[in-house]
T-cell receptor, first 115, second 115 residues
């Protein structure tokens, strides 16, 4: 089954430090990947997505992710985090074939930014 | 106004009770989804509907049922609630013509507690 794995359940960082949230996916012919963010007491919203083309994807709020086919990874990065980035982040992939139209989510990574 | 709304936002109920969670959307999307979120498990798909006459089970449909009353409305029912159905429930929508560009738009969630 197509899957995504988020390697860290919690990531604490200090404000203005860089951060990387890790996501690995199971290999398949076509891969479409997403990062969603869930702020406290809110639903999920899309940060960025990789469908094709450039492997470096830029999203909202200064986040970016790099699609790495050889390492089957799609890690999310930000060079300098803010307190307001405290949230839970989910990596997801679009499932084609018999699972057409669905998303499979990773387990989530809670990012906590400390002053 | 929010594009995807869920009612109620919070609900406490007792074991054995029938519960209905409702979702409405104004985005004009034909696809709707119900997920549950549990700590450390990410989001898991309960049911999804690609149009009013097309309803499909997700990975954890046991103990749940759904009704697609109209394009804009998708309800989730727990016929006889049990404590391990205590979770955060999300409704989501997406555009059926989008293919892999399948951004899903989420409601704010319903926190359900079964005592």
């Amino acid at each position: 089954a197509q899957s995504v794995t988020q390697l860290d359940s919690q990531v604490p960082v200090f404000e203005e430090a860089p951060v990387e949230l890790r996501c690995n996916y199971s290999s398949s012919v076509s891969v479409y990947l997403f990062w969603y963010v869930q702020y406290p007491n809110q639903g999920l919203q899309l940060l960025l997505k990789y469908l094709s083309g450039s492997t470096l994807v830029k999203g909202i709020n200064g986040f970016e992710a790099e699609f790495n086919k050889s390492q089957t990874s799609f890690h999310l990065r930000k060079p300098s985090v803010h307190i307001s980035d405290t949230a839970e982040y989910f990596c997801a992939r679009y499932a084609g074939g018999t699972s057409y139209g669905k998303l499979t989510f990773g387990q989530g990574t809670i990012l906590t930014v400390h002053p | 106004d929010a594009d995807v709304t869920q009612t109620p936002r919070n609900r406490i109920t007792k074991t054995g009770k029938r519960i209905m969670l409702e979702c409405s959307q104004t985005k004009g999307h034909d696809r709707m989804y119900w997920y549950r979120q549990d700590p450390g498990l990410g989001l898991r798909l309960i049911y999804y509907s690609f149009d009013v006459k097309d309803i499909n089970k997700g990975e954890i449909s046991d103990g749940y049922s759904v009704s697609r009353q109209a394009q804009a409305k998708f309800s989730l029912s727990l016929e006889s609630a049990i404590p391990n159905q205590t979770a955060l429930y999300f409704c989501a929508t997406s555009d059926g013509l989008a293919g892999p560009n399948n951004e899903q738009f989420f409601g704010p969630g319903t926190r359900l507690t079964v005592l």
